[in-house]
């Protein structure tokens, strides 16, 4: 048995360990990441995994049915683009989180732990799991899971439960959640000083593989519109930043702001979301193409003992499986943005 938490390493990572010579892995969490772009390329696409079963919640009238269609469709979009087999079941009552590795049809090694399958909960919260190598332990919890969950969702069903919450969402919005003025962490003494910004980073790519971003084109000096696919980008709110780069030349062509909620302003375009962005450096901008700021540049020119993206990643090579925004790690962002400022 082994000991797991997220201060002396990452669950992130200890997954990645996990499926090294498995075929298979289960995924059991009420809770998940809604973009799984950066687990597929940075654990699952290294390893020998073929087959991905997922055990989580779909409980009626919950707000975290918003969140559970963006992730059902970016893991299934995932699992298709690569290959990958996979199967969908509900468990309403499921509060355990659970990660198995298998091979050839028998567990090899598994994490049983706090960490939801969420961002936070694979890097950033404070958690603490074990990893067993029980086989038959292992097999027994799967047979248990197997006995409380449902039926495998087809793709007509699992299909039909995003288009259900996407109407919704189009009818009637997402319901805010209610806030209070309330603060008691100033009675507090922490040990570890808390961040207070509660900024998000993203690397977003401007463009299309059949249409890139020209070295005659620009951004807006001030405000420009930025697209997004056919999920709602739920993660990006008002005053997180987006670092934006051409597709094709791969080069930086600024940093923006992001000044609304999301909307659809396009049903049938092939990105239909649209939020609007404030420049911050358009100086920046208006001379990209003389820069040799490239997303390889950016990522070379950074500690490799750091995280690249906030779940944990060392790389972004989601980008090239069509992945509209990765979050970034606040180091990197921060590194990004210096390259940016530094270079006007």
């Known amino acids: 048995m082994k000991i797991l938490n997220n201060i002396d ?48 919640t779909l409980r009626d009238n919950d707000p975290d049915l918003f969140k559970k ?147 005659s084109r620009k951004l807006s000096s001030d405000i420009e519109a930025m697209h997004f696919s056919k999920r709602r980008p739920n993660s990006v709110r008002v005053g997180d930043i987006l670092i934006c780069y051409g597709v094709g030349s791969t080069k930086l062509l600024g940093y923006f702001e992001v000044i609304s909620e999301p909307y659809i302003w396009n049903e049938n375009y092939r990105w239909p979301w649209e939020v609007k962005a404030r420049n911050l450096c358009p100086k920046y901008s208006q001379a990209w193409y003389k820069f040799e700021n490239t997303i390889s540049s950016i990522q070379a020119s950074f500690d490799s003992k750091l995280p690249i993206t906030y779940v944990g990643g060392r790389t972004l090579g989601a980008l090239q499986f069509g992945a509209d925004k990765i979050r970034l790690s606040e180091e990197f962002a921060q590194h990004v943005i210096s390259i940016i400022e530094g270079s006007v």
């Open 9 to 56: 390493s990452s669950h992130f990572n200890d997954i990645k360990n996990l499926v090294k010579d498995a075929d298979e892995l289960h995924i059991i969490s009420p809770f998940l990441m809604e973009s799984f772009d950066v687990f597929f390329d940075e654990i699952i696409a290294p390893s020998g995994v073929k087959r991905i079963v997922l055990i989580t």
């Open 69 to 215: 269609a963006n992730s059902l469709y970016s893991f299934s979009v995932n699992c298709l683009t690569r290959s990958i087999a996979y199967r969908v079941h509900v468990d309403n009552k499921l509060h355990g989180k659970i990660y198995i590795a298998s091979k050839d049809g028998s567990p090899i090694r598994g994490i049983i732990t706090s960490a939801n399958f969420t961002d936070r909960g694979l890097s950033h919260n404070h958690e603490w799991g074990v990893q067993i190598d029980d086989s038959a332990a292992l097999k027994q919890i799967i047979a248990d899971i197997s006995k409380v969950s449902s039926h495998a969702l087809t793709n007509e069903e699992l299909h039909n439960i995003i288009v259900k919450i996407d109407s919704y969402t189009k009818n009637s919005g997402e319901p805010v959640a209610p806030k209070i003025n309330l603060e008691v962490n100033s009675y507090i003494k922490h040990k570890v000083i808390e961040t207070k910004s509660d900024v998000r980073y993203f690397i977003k790519p401007v463009g299309f593989s059949d249409e890139p971003f020209e070295p």
